[in-house]
């Protein structure tokens, strides 16, 4: 996950770390218990708009403490206003084990040992200290009345402009950590509504640096269909991850997408090789290794900035390697073992050898996929093997050649002793005779 994203907003504005959408390589995928279910598009519904209640959805994504991050989302909090309850919590804990709490005044959260809430609650209990109005509320412990010690800040009202947020709307909400000041704040439809700093680490997690997170909720007497939608999380690869990537000289980048809820204009730089700077899903198509950044303006006036590095590669030129002949040790059971790194100079000819990387295979299909490849000290199987070598960038792995070739183990022979080649000298006696050599070879070869 990168996390070297600028953010220039009017609060807290080194604080945001932001992530964008690319196509995600790997679904959220959280739990679900009780009632909840998913709606998709990252959308789950915690409550039907029925009595008795309970869900939870909880991430399976750990959070460093120490460090800085956000999660925005959207809640839906029903159309019931007068008898309609209960809320949502935002919960992290110490614990990954998905749990739900006591219902409904409970919001599924009440009795959730070492952890840490935000509450938008949309039902007045008296016992436990509620206002008149929907609240937010920040509390800990599994305790959410009010009155005690375990109430951490607030309550206040939710909207800046509304006692009632059950009013049929989806509201963007943003919860921002900062480590290093053990500050907490939750934003509401663009509004900074709530803070607390304390140490959170150990008072409410038990000295756990790493948490995890979740949304609870229920439902009573009273009912509202109730439902959170995911749109950042800053220290997950899930939801919000702009991915580095690598291409050959000559192709294009044509899934990013950096849409996001409510967005109001984009600009991408620099401007080469983008198809069109100003949204959010251009085609990039740079012959050079690239940065490229990207301003958002989103709805609640931000301007977020994040970046990406497109690396380009140059293609490489496979040289033809002629067939090799190997003899056969003294065993002449067909089988060698043989070095195929000693071909790799061959294949790269006068290319850099640090620019690339060689791989052998026993098929076209995988050298082609980089699927299967063989040890440098390749045992063969057969008398002849052809054998597929990849040349492959080390900068993308779109960028690579193939070339073929043949590797035969030939028998060993053994030479057999010939008994010695006598003839006697012709008349003449001059000392020279013509030897016969080609009638020797059945005593060399024997059965060979």
Not at 392 to 416: G, M
Request: glycine fraction near 8%; include cysteine; aromatic fraction near 8%.
């Amino acid at each position: 996950m990168k996390m070297n994203a600028k953010i220039n907003i009017p609060l807290a504005a080194t604080l945001f770390l932001m992530l964008l959408a690319l196509p995600v390589t790997a679904q959220f995928n959280p739990s679900l218990i009780g009632n909840t279910t998913a709606q998709g598009n990252d959308c789950y519904q915690i409550t039907p708009n029925l009595n008795g209640q309970s869900g939870a959805m909880w991430s399976p994504d750990r959070i460093n403490m120490l460090t800085n991050f956000i999660i925005e989302f959207r809640i839906y909090l029903g159309t019931n206003d007068a008898n309609g309850a209960d809320g949502l919590t935002f919960v992290m804990k110490n614990n990954p084990t998905p749990v739900i709490g006591n219902l409904g005044g409970g919001m599924g959260y009440e009795g959730i040992p070492n952890s840490f809430a935000v509450e938008f609650d949309t039902w007045q209990n008296g016992q436990l200290g509620d206002p008149t109005f929907d609240h937010i509320a920040m509390v800990s412990a599994g305790i959410n009345n009010h009155s005690v010690a375990q109430n951490l800040a607030g309550p206040v009202v939710a909207s800046a402009t509304s006692n009632n947020v059950e009013d049929g709307q989806e509201h963007a909400v943003r919860i921002e950590w900062n480590g290093a000041t053990e500050t907490m704040s939750v934003y509401f439809d663009c509004s900074l509504r709530l803070s607390y700093t304390g140490d959170l680490i150990n008072q409410v997690f038990a000295g756990s640096v790493f948490t995890y997170f979740g949304f609870t909720g229920s439902t009573g007497g009273a009912a509202n269909l109730q439902r959170v939608c995911f749109d950042y999380i800053s220290f997950a690869n899930d939801i919000g991850s702009l991915n580095d990537t690598a291409i050959c000289v000559g192709d294009t980048v044509s899934n990013v997408d950096v849409t996001i809820n409510g967005g109001v204009s984009y600009l991408w730089t620099p401007v080469t090789g983008v198809s069109d700077p100003t949204i959010a899903n251009p085609t990039f198509n740079p012959t050079t290794t690239t940065t490229y950044s990207v301003d958002i303006i989103n709805s609640c006036g931000n301007v977020i900035q994040d970046d990406f590095i497109i690396a380009v590669g140059t293609p490489p030129t496979a040289s033809l390697i002629q067939d090799v002949a190997v003899c056969d040790d003294a065993s002449n059971d067909g089988l060698i073992i043989y070095d195929l790194s000693q071909l790799d100079a061959s294949l790269l000819g006068t290319q850099d050898p640090t620019q690339y990387q060689v791989s052998y295979h026993t098929s076209q299909a995988d050298a082609d996929s980089q699927m299967n490849p063989l040890p440098s000290s390749f045992t063969n199987t057969t008398i002849c093997t052809r054998i597929y070598a990849r040349l492959e960038s080390v900068v993308s792995a779109t960028c690579y050649d193939t070339a073929d070739f043949e590797l035969c183990v030939s028998t060993q022979p053994a030479a057999n002793p010939v008994a010695t080649y006598r003839l006697c000298d012709d008349p003449s006696n001059d000392n020279s005779e013509v030897f016969d050599l080609v009638s020797r070879t059945p005593e060399i070869l024997l059965t060979q």
